[in-house]
């Protein structure tokens, strides 16, 4: 099996690939989205993260989540209260949110004070003991519904 790249097109801001493989030519998928921004590179020390989107962890949607209660740069999450965090998100939404999201802020204020990078859910357990489902106004099962391949 061959595989060229006849040509890379540019339209709206978009590239595609045009590629050959067995004699059939095809539009691989999109490098980016319009107007979207390329995605931060995940910083490998605290001192390395100069936007939100640069901590472990935390895509656009945390980023934008933790931008609406007053976090503009990752240095403002040192010493911060990640149970904290979660209720000031909780209020300005007006809804609770799901518990893996205080797992998160866990992960990005642990990683800010100098914690090696780990994955959200490996701090589900310290989640757990330090705040049981009550706390958060969860219910006693408290499935998450993101998965450790998200």
């Not at 691989?28 to 590179?41: E, F, I, M, Y």
């Not at 100069?50 to 931008?67: F, K, M, Y």
């Not at 209020?91 to 204020?109: E, G, K, W, Y």
């Amino acid at each position: 099996m061959t595989l060229r790249v006849l040509c890379v097109l540019r339209v709206r801001r978009v590239e595609f690939s045009v590629k050959r493989v067995a004699n059939k030519t095809r539009r691989v998928t999109t490098r980016r989205r319009p107007g979207s921004k390329p995605p931060a590179r995940k910083a490998i020390h605290a001192r390395l993260a100069t936007v939100l989107e640069a901590i472990p962890n935390v895509g656009a949607s945390i980023a934008r989540d933790v931008r609406s209660i007053g976090i503009k740069q990752p240095r403002d999450l040192v010493s911060r209260n990640p149970h904290s965090l979660y209720q000031a998100l909780c209020d300005r939404t007006r809804t609770r949110q799901d518990p893996c999201v205080l797992d998160t802020f866990i992960s990005a204020v642990r990683f800010m004070e100098g914690a090696p990078a780990r994955p959200w859910w490996s701090y589900t357990a310290e989640r757990k003991k330090k705040f049981p489902a009550s706390s958060l106004g969860a219910p006693s099962h408290g499935a998450c519904s993101r998965t450790p391949s998200e």
